[in-house]
């Protein structure tokens, strides 16, 4: 689609994500989201005088875990800055991050798209370092100028940030690098990347390359923040790029001119507008933490990380499309939701040896219930030995799809087995005499259908297939067919 | 001088100080003489020297992760200049 513009979009992603800890990075306060104001705050936290900062060991190890799942390199040595700038939820006057000497570099991270919107490729990381999160100011607006209230619960609250390189062209792909960024953490278990407790943060940075005659020219970079989901994230790139190709029309301001602008999104009116600088905000006068000693990390313990990793939802894809012959597109729809689906499917698959059928009956039926009722798989009322009780059926033809589908229903209610919910029914095989005088039976009571089919015209069973149904709804409606079809040919 | 008027008039806008005329020429005097002092430093030689990224020579210090008693509420806010019952106040901020 992209090939239509008359400019190439240029994005970079920077990801803050909340590490799952009990406690912050630097004192031992709890990080429990949604508590009374000041509740989770002490000396360290608060900035007293003399209070000393001391690594979450936790932190750190969340942190090399999603470091070696995105092929982030650790270096041996790390330490940690001071990154200074004034704020009123931040007390200490600068934020403790990492500058020159991050705990991990040089990524990388593989997306793709089963809908073919875009060619699958590798979004390089630059880095992904370990900070404290600030505290939160909340301001009436309704009330103008009285004062803002701090809550500092947050602050000191350890937080891992993830910058790409600008290497995705198209929202697209944004959104993509994302959702599958956020399904790594999840599958890691470091973070419960929730986005509307703020556990999982996006700024996007993005410009564009227009060719012009005078050569190749980049357009200013802006950086858009207040995204609160991947929707967003989305539809504030889709507005940001051609606003930039409009305003370079009009004013041919291009990168090294113009400084970096920030834009907040507003998803109410969806679009972006530049928000209030903080002045001079960018000089932030890194230097080194002097009350935090440097962590150094040994090849040993990286070997031990990446061998302790569980399998990432790339490499289950390609597993679940290999051993149980699934489409591509199934096999993302399983992985997608979690660890928790996929287990699912591979003890229903055990049970009953057809990856094909498993996955038509999670991703259609199972997947449409769990949205339905808003619940998680752990809470699914139908368990994988019932469910493949109900597909050997389907198997074994003592039931078709159609009344499988009704019994899936029934079964979602109750605790009964398949069995006794087929008798209670009504439903069971009938054997193949039956079905064959039931053929016959129909076939003389109706030569004008008779006729159509010996004329070629193999429709005309399906009025036979529903008179079939009437008198026995237990008739499988595949073996009535080829058996009239049969029965036809031969007379 | 190695630093000039300007440095330290971003300097103290950066650390949001508010400095008269007269105090601008005596802190733009006295920071120089600071930084001059600390230049002595680049005359020594450093070439079999080890660049250092810590003044400690300590590695490896971690807590576990384990929830400690935070401060009562009113402990926490009671050097606040102003606040209420649950929170510090601060002159409004906008536009975050
Ligand atoms: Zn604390």
């Known amino acids: ?491 | 001088m190695s630093l000039s008027r300007e440095d330290v008039e971003k300097v103290s806008l950066l650390s949001r100080l508010k400095l008269s005329e007269d105090e601008l020429v005596v802190m733009t005097d006295q920071m120089s003489r600071i930084i001059d002092y600390i230049d002595l430093l680049s005359e020594v030689n450093t070439d079999d020297v080890e660049p250092m990224t810590h003044a400690v020579e300590q590695f490896n210090v971690f807590a576990d992760d384990v929830v400690h008693q935070s401060l009562p509420r009113d402990e926490a806010l009671a050097n606040a200049p102003k606040r209420d019952d649950e929170c510090f106040h601060v002159p409004a901020v906008l536009g975050d």
């Not at chain 1, 995204?227 to 291009?254: C, K």
């Not at chain 1, 998803?267 to 903080?278: L, P």
């Not at chain 1, 069973?461 to 036809?488: H, M, T, W, Y």
Request: contains cysteine.
């Open chain 1, 1 to 491: 689609m992209s090939e239509s513009l008359p400019y190439k979009i240029v994005i970079g992603l920077e990801v803050h994500v909340q590490l799952a800890t009990k406690t912050k990075l630097f004192c031992r306060c709890s990080t429990e989201y949604g508590n009374a104001p000041n509740t989770q705050t002490c000396p360290v936290c608060l900035a007293m005088p003399g209070a000393m900062p001391v690594m979450n060991r936790e932190a750190f190890q969340l942190g090399m875990r999603t470091a070696c799942a995105l092929d982030l390199q650790i270096p041996l040595f790390t330490k940690w800055d001071r990154k200074n700038y004034y704020y009123p939820d931040l007390p200490k006057g600068y934020q403790i991050s990492q500058f020159d000497l991050p705990m991990s570099e040089k990524g990388t991270l593989y997306i793709s798209d089963p809908k073919g919107r875009f060619e699958p490729k590798d979004v390089g990381i630059i880095r992904a370092h370990l900070e404290e999160d600030a505290g939160k100011s909340m301001h009436d607006e309704a009330n103008g100028k009285a004062d803002s209230r701090i809550d500092l619960n947050r602050c000191g609250t350890p937080l891992l940030e993830i910058v790409s390189e600008p290497d995705m062209s198209s929202p697209e792909e944004a959104k993509a690098y994302l959702e599958e960024l956020k399904l790594i953490l999840s599958y890691l278990g470091v973070s419960d990347c929730n986005m509307q407790e703020g556990s999982l943060r996006v700024d996007a940075n993005i410009n564009l390359h227009i060719e012009t005659k005078n050569g190749k020219i980049a357009t200013p970079i802006v950086e858009i923040k207040n995204m609160n989901s991947f929707r967003a994230v989305e539809r504030a790139l889709h507005y940001e790029a051609p606003r930039q190709y409009d305003i370079w029309q009009e004013t041919g301001g291009v990168i090294g001119e113009i400084s970096k602008e920030t834009r907040g999104w507003d998803d109410s009116a969806q679009v972006t507008r530049a928000q209030r600088e903080k002045e001079d905000m960018s000089d932030y006068r890194y230097f080194p933490e002097p009350d935090l000693a440097p962590v150094t990390v040994t090849e040993a313990q990286i070997a031990e990380v990446k061998a302790s990793l569980s399998e990432l939802p790339q490499q289950i894809r390609k597993r679940l499309q290999a051993d149980y012959k699934i489409s591509e597109y199934d096999a993302e729809v399983i992985v997608n939701q979690g660890q928790a689906t996929v287990d699912y499917y591979e003890a229903l698959v055990s049970k009953v040896n057809d990856g094909k059928l498993a996955a038509n009956w999670i991703t259609q039926g199972v997947l449409r219930i769990l949205k339905e009722q808003q619940i998680e798989i752990d809470a699914f009322p139908i368990t994988t030995d019932r469910l493949a009780d109900l597909l050997s059926a389907v198997q074994n033809k003592e039931i078709d799809t159609t009344r499988a589908k009704d019994v899936f229903e029934k079964l979602l209610e109750s605790e009964t087995s398949v069995a006794d919910m087929m008798k209670e029914m009504g439903i069971e095989k009938v054997d193949d005499s039956a079905i064959d005088s039931l053929c016959r039976e129909l076939l003389e009571a109706n030569p004008k259908v008779v006729a159509d089919l010996k004329a070629g015209k193999q429709q005309a069973v399906g009025s036979l297939i529903g008179q079939a149904k009437k008198k026995n709804p237990n008739i499988d409606p595949g073996s009535f067919r080829k058996l009239c079809l049969e029965i036809v040919q031969s007379m």
